[in-house]
């Protein structure tokens, strides 16, 4: 494991407080981060930071190399001189639930004017710094900003339907549109340099106060992005470009049909061609970004449930091997050690477990799952080893006050038989096992320390709506919350060592 016992919360950015709407990456991200090391705790995880697409999902994003421009800061940019404070002013978006259409509109409109300001007469050292973020990550910034003006041009239409020409990346047709959209590329290129510019403002005040950030990376990637658009040959693709075998999981307990998640599959036999040399660049930037990776579905790195895209469902799909060891073996000789943690929940196998173990990446441990099987359920504590991360849930699960709420009463017997308690209180008798279990690394869900119902639910799998969409209010974070946190933290010996 990469962390000495520790903890830490997960929340992403877009669950901030602040006034335009969303979470963003100025002063409330930061006073969070003094929360976070007022309270003893060493990590922030956060979800997927790229440009969110269908459902405003971070799963699902245009880019796997991007960030989302809506986390950009607009008092940051003011205090940049890209956007004078009249600009800002009255332009709050209220409601405590994220309203993305109108958040997209306000922010999307500043940017241009922040862009425009930019080039006009920013001071030279920040001229200076965009020219070189522009030259250092030209290898996916290029096609991503063309992209996004290519997107914007066509309706918010898919790439899959746009004319063939730039469908099929034909050299003078790229050569056009890139001159024909420079206006709205520079307006892209100028959103990622400022959320880049912020992000690592963040991140280095985490760094500072002895959090780390632990991000978190989907093994796949939609089918509407630059990412598939711009590699046609890393996918099982046909002549037009279109997907022919997607990605899923098969029936199971949960599913009688399975679940058709519609990201095209991954040709690996090309991809090792090249020595996987589109994942070592994106797990290179990755962890430039963060200090921690989790790795969503890494049991797709064993094996995959390929599904012919003509199936409505995925109950006719098929195991596609991967070759997940040769993979991890050149990242490592690339990059040296992986601080990853294996997103491992769900239908595991001992090929699975075996890979994991190979590499020594921990796994994920989940106390809701934990006590529908009798005692040698995998993730009751008294199963676990040190090397795991453990949680009371995930952004997919209930809250635990939901969750506890929702059992039967024969499963709220099994917890209390557990417990040794008649009535626990929740959700601290779930956090209070997790942070005192063997795992090294507890991560609890914000939404769980503050002892929130399932009004505090991030994401309702199969369920596109309203997702996403939770903040946390503004006065949540108080003194005796970071005290009660801060006791439980040293009493569990997860407090980081003095100095």
């Known amino acids: 494991m990469y962390l000495q016992r520790s903890s830490g919360i997960l929340l992403h950015p877009t669950a901030l407080p602040g006034p335009h709407g969303i979470g963003s990456l100025g ?34 994003a245009y880019s796997a190399f991007a960030g989302n421009p809506l986390l ?23 409601g405590e639930w994220i309203d993305y259409e109108a958040v997209r509109a306000l922010k999307e409109g500043l940017l241009r004017k922040g862009a425009c300001r930019f080039r006009q007469g920013a001071d030279p050292k920040r001229q200076e710094a965009f020219i070189a973020f522009c030259a250092d990550q030209a290898a996916w910034l290029d096609d991503y900003t063309l992209f996004q003006a290519l997107r914007v041009h066509h309706g918010a239409q898919p790439w899959t339907r746009w004319p063939e020409v730039i469908r099929q990346r034909q050299p003078e047709a790229m050569a056009f549109w890139r001159q024909e959209l420079a206006e709205p590329i520079f307006v892209f290129r100028y959103a990622q340099f400022a959320f880049f510019e912020q992000w690592f403002a963040l991140k280095d005040h985490a760094n500072r106060s002895g959090i780390k950030i632990l991000g978190d990376m989907p093994i796949f990637v939609a089918l509407d992005s630059v990412d598939v658009w711009s590699n046609p040959d890393d996918f099982h693709l046909d002549e037009e470009r279109r997907p022919t075998l997607v990605a899923g999981v098969p029936p199971d307990y949960f599913s ?14 090309r991809m ?68 990853l943690v294996a997103e491992d929940l769900g239908l595991i196998t001992p090929e699975v477990e075996a890979l994991r173990d190979r590499f020594a990446f921990p796994g994920m441990k989940i106390l809701h799952f934990a006590f529908d099987s009798g005692p040698d359920n995998p993730y009751l504590p008294h199963n676990l080893t040190r090397n795991c991360v453990i949680y ?45 279990s063997v795992a090294d690394l507890c991560i609890t869900p914000l939404q769980d320390i503050l002892e929130l119902g399932n009004e505090g639910r991030m994401n309702r799998p199969g369920h596109p709506e309203e997702n996403w969409c939770w903040r946390f209010a503004p006065e949540a974070l108080t003194e005796s919350l970071q005290q009660r946190l801060e006791k439980l933290t040293f009493l569990s010996g997860r407090e980081p060592e003095a100095g």
């Open 27 to 60: 002063r409330e991200a930061f006073r969070f981060v003094d929360f976070l090391a007022a309270s003893g705790q060493s990590v922030w995880q956060i979800l997927p930071l790229g440009p969110a697409g269908y459902g405003n999902s971070p799963y699902s």
């Open 392 to 436: 009371t849930g995930t952004h997919d699960n209930d809250t635990t006050l939901g969750w506890w709420r929702s059992l039967s009463d024969e499963s709220r017997r099994s917890v209390c038989a557990y417990l040794g308690q008649d009535n626990p209180e929740m959700p601290r008798a779930l956090v209070h096992m997790a942070m005192t």
């Open 256 to 269: 009688e049909t399975g679940q058709r998640w519609g990201n095209p599959l991954y040709c690996w036999e």
């Open 272 to 339: 090792a061609e090249k020595n996987f040399s589109w994942w070592r660049e994106r797990l290179r930037w990755s962890l430039i970004q963060t200090d921690l990776l989790r790795i969503d579905h890494f049991r797709g790195f064993e094996a995959c449930w390929a599904i012919p895209v003509e199936e409505k469902t995925a109950v006719n799909g098929s195991w596609m091997p991967v070759p997940g060891e040769e993979l991890f073996q050149s990242l490592i000789s690339e990059l040296g050690d992986l601080p």
């Open 72 to 94: 950009i800061c607009l008092e940051g940019l003011v205090q940049a001189g890209d956007l004078e404070p009249e600009d800002i002013e009255d332009q709050n978006v209220s």
